[in-house]
């Protein structure tokens, strides 16, 4: 790949087994009078600075890991995040995962259920997904037979246009997304009024009890 040719030139023995990630280390972030805050570092070409609009919301001074995926540029960076106090008062609640929602408490706790419609969004996502590759599948064996026919005009098209992955990327990505709003909500409703939760270990597996 060219990055890793880039890596060759410019850093002595330098290595790299990715190829859409940059690790910035000298860079400097700076707000103009609108608001935008600007990512300004060296580029491979000597004095002279990369200047990029990006969408953070204030000025960063710490190192920076640009990655790109769906033909877009996301930037990883850290940050320092005051840690929680311990909770001293609280109740203690029993509660069951599960599929329909995410959390059932226990009645001490009003019997409440945490996460609705958890499984429905799944359930209608693994449909349309199975309904998908149905599809894509037939146009699959359309491209194959174009190939086998020597109609390399004809694959490329179905190719080019039909057999693409950035919107299923980009769905997938905003399917997660909502999974996770979900559980962290629920899960965050479970603990405002917990000091310790119980529920059952689902990781091993359950023992018969035949001899």
Known sequence: PKLCTLMRKFWYRGHTK?????????????????????????????????????????????????????????????TDIQKAEKKTQGKIIGCDRGYTEVYATSSNDGARFLGNNFGKIQTEETDYRTAKQVRRNKIRSVFHKSIAKGNSAKADRIKRNNLGKIKWNNRETSFKGRIQTIVFTA?????LNAIKVAFEDLTEAIKSKKP
């Open 18 to 78: 990715v190829c859409n990630q940059i690790i910035l280390r000298a860079f400097d972030t700076k707000i103009d009078d609108k608001g935008v805050v600007w990512l300004r570092f060296g580029g491979l070409t000597p004095c002279k600075t990369l200047k990029l609009p990006t969408t953070l919301p204030t000025e960063v001074k710490c190192q920076l890991r640009l990655i790109k995926r769906n033909c877009r540029w996301e930037i990883h960076y850290t």
């Open 187 to 191: 899960t965050h409703d479970l603990m």
